[in-house]
Nanobody, 115 residues
Framework: QVQLVESGGGLVQAGGSLRLSCAAS????????MGWYRQCPGKQRELVAT???????NYADSLKGRFTISRSIAKDTVYLQMNNLKPEDTAMYYC?????????WGHGTQVTVSS
């Protein structure tokens, strides 16, 4: 079992920045994948960025350059730094982990970008 707790969402103006955090309940080295997805209003959940197979990162092409995923091994936490936010980044952001072939999701944190 893996519990994931997100924090850091909120309301920000276009062009601003936010950093999301996701704390895992177990050593993140034991997780095959850990990272972020989002669900924009009226759309399906989509990949934002993940760590896979250790330190390899995978980003949605459309978000490269503005979003950066990082992690703290000591804190079992993954971060998502989001810069130059746009209204279309408004979404519920979910932390995700894969552990022993099972999928785990956090409850999500809302990010709202005003124009």
């Amino acid at each position: 079992q893996v519990q994931l707790v997100e924090s850091g969402g909120g309301l920000v103006q276009a062009g601003g920045s936010l950093r999301l955090s996701c704390a895992a309940s177990r050593n993140i080295f034991t997780l095959s994948v850990m990272g972020w997805y989002r669900q924009c209003p009226g759309k399906q959940r989509e990949l934002v960025a993940t760590f896979t197979s250790g330190a390899l990162t995978n980003y949605a092409d459309s978000l490269k350059g503005r979003f950066t995923i990082s992690r703290s091994i000591a804190k079992d936490t993954v971060y998502l730094q989001m810069n130059n936010l746009k209204p279309e980044d408004t979404a519920m952001y979910y932390c995700y982990a894969e552990y022993q072939s099972d999928d785990y999701w956090g409850h999500g944190t809302q990010v709202t970008v005003s124009s």
